[in-house]
């Protein structure tokens, strides 16, 4: 298994009162949006069709934005899905040649739509350049899912992937704000990317993930713990935590604040935005014979004072830059 033979022993010694946010973010929404400017095709004439569907690429069934193509025969087709094509209309497989359907280039332009993820919860229409802008950085687009070590394909709001975590990758679950891990490896010599550890904890009504890894860090082998927090960045920045490991009269201590899922975990490790240890301070740390790694990572998530915590994105430490 990639989980090289690291186990993660834990007992959740919080005690403190949970405070369950019940976020409301599910608007309803009218669809289709407004279409103020927009001549309605007479029902007669063509019964159930919409201007929105008029725009629906018959082929990938996206909204089509200009350049819309059309065959001789008048079949549409979005841009994309004409370079896809070979040159062949794929309603009537007549040859494509290069046509743009300007009558429905400009119905679209005249559009006001809604955000594609309106079924996600967004309320969001725009007109149709905003539109593509938005959705690139609209609250309501699915989230990756955040485990690491594998690609995984997995996309959806945060109960979805909190569920798949849990069934799918069989990530250990954690109720409570404070934390006590042991980590522990038999054959700490052996460094690699593919020793990471997941833990999610729920807090606050929210859900974290707590990494823990071991990686080469220029020519040294590091162990890394980091939190992320599955939600936007802007909610993220509510929230701090800190990571305590040590023995023998020392001890490292991390205090940050959790970053988005929306950045990946390579883009966080690679940041060093998290707590930090080196191999051999890890091996002192885990007392014995120094052949055995036996980390205890003790921790804490709390939420700041609303007032109290700089713009989301401002101070994201960077040490390679
Ligand atoms: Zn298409
Ligand atoms: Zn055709
Ligand atoms: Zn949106
Ligand atoms: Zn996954």
């Not at 995984?152 to 979805?160: L, Y």
């Not at 990946?264 to 002192?284: C, T, Y």
Request: with cysteine.
């Amino acid at each position: 298994m990639e989980l090289d033979n690291v186990q993660c022993l834990s007992s959740v010694d919080g005690t403190e009162e949970e405070i369950l946010h019940h976020h409301t973010t599910h608007h309803k929404h009218q669809f289709p949006a407004k279409a103020n400017n927009v001549t309605v095709v007479p029902s007669a004439i063509a019964p159930a069709t919409s201007v929105h569907e008029l725009l629906e690429c018959p082929v990938c069934t996206n909204s089509m934005y200009p350049p819309i193509h059309q065959c001789r025969n008048g079949h549409t087709l979005c841009s994309t899905c004409k370079t896809r094509v070979q040159n062949r209309c794929p309603t009537c497989r007549q040859e494509l040649g290069d046509i743009r359907c300007l009558a429905l280039e400009k119905v679209a332009e005249s559009l006001d739509l809604p955000c594609k993820y309106y079924n996600l919860g967004c309320p969001e229409i725009f007109p149709y350049y905003s539109k593509l802008k938005h959705e690139a950085v609209c609250n309501f687009r699915p989230y990756n899912c955040p485990y690491a070590g594998s690609e995984c394909s997995a996309v959806g709001d945060i109960p979805f992937l909190v569920a798949h975590l849990k069934d799918d990758h069989k990530v250990d679950m954690h109720t409570g704000c404070t934390f006590n891990h042991r980590y522990v490896k038999s054959n700490p010599r052996e460094v690699e990317n593919a020793t990471w550890m997941l833990t999610v904890f729920h807090c606050f009504g929210q859900y974290f993930c707590l990494h823990f890894e071991a990686f080469q860090l220029g020519i040294a082998p590091v162990y890394m713990a980091f939190l992320r927090f599955m939600g936007d960045e802007s909610e993220a920045g509510s929230y701090s935590y800190s990571l305590e490991v040590g023995a023998n009269g020392r001890k490292l201590i991390w205090e940050g604040t959790p970053r988005s899922i929306r950045d990946s975990h390579r883009k966080v490790r690679d940041s060093h935005d998290g707590l930090i240890i080196q191999r051999n301070m890890a091996l002192f740390f885990s007392g014995g014979d120094r052949k055995e790694l036996k980390l205890r990572v003790t921790g804490r998530i709390w939420k700041e004072q609303q007032n109290h915590h700089p713009d989301a994105g401002v101070c994201i430490p960077n040490l390679f830059s």
